[in-house]
């Protein structure tokens, strides 16, 4: 994007896709004016999910409307996406390989980024241990995987409504689908250890409050028995029960949750009260 300084008319180039939506103070190496400068909204979404039917739903859905749709499957790629180039919305995975949603959502508030995020549950079943969450993790909004296809347009519209997109009809994410397919190449316990992790990133958003309040008072296995018996019934469905007799890998996936969201808390409190 070039601009031209508001004194002595020199041109200036700055990276509209880094800056995007932003006011920004610029000094002209000209003649030293300080001037303000803000540059356009850009009309891009970045889409972090580990499922590439999530990816492509995404891409059908809007690719009409938005000017841009970017997609990554990890937490590293993620990052320098958002650290390179100005997005208007995230769609976040809760299961994201690489980190834990509050993290990333965390950095993204601290950098001041003013990008909208919607969270994804891993949908392994439309009904289990699911609720309306108490709470995002500082996100805008979270929609089923089930529901991108007649509910993303209408809550983006919500939450830019500059964006103008248009709402239209299109076919929604298959049943069989909804069921993200454990890596084939890797053995039952590394099969077991991925569908605990993607289990409680799905529990973790639906019952964020109980997680804090467990790690609080350290009686989080107690809090989330209902959560954790109809976890292990699913992985018992997926993971042959030899392996499973093996490690609780429902209650290890969760322990490792629970120890970086304790930290995580911890650091805010310090900052809180600094």
Known sequence: MIIACSQCHKKLRINAAKYAGKNLSLTCRNCGHIFSCAVPQTNKILVAHGEPEVCRTVLDICRQDVGEILTCSDAAMARKLLDRQSFSVLLLDVALPGTFPFQLIEEIHRSGDPIKIILLPSVYNRTAYKRTPSSLYGANGYLELHH??????????????????????????????????????????????????????????????????????RDLEVRLTAELEEGRRMLACRIPQVELDREDYLLSALMQFATVREKELRTKGETAHE
Not at 153 to 163: G, Q, R, V
Not at 182 to 187: C, K
Request: avoid cysteine; aromatic fraction near 4%; charged fraction near 25%.
């Open 148 to 217: 991108l296809s007649d509910r993303l347009i209408p809550l983006l519209h919500d939450l830019l409504p500059e964006l103008a997109l248009k709402s239209r009809p299109f076919s929604a994410i298959k049943d069989g689908g909804e069921e993200r397919p454990l890596p084939v190449s890797a053995g039952t316990k590394q099969q077991a250890e991925e569908l605990a992790r993607l289990l409680i990133a799905d529990i973790a958003l639906y019952h964020q409050e109980q997680i804090d309040l467990g790690i609080e008072f």
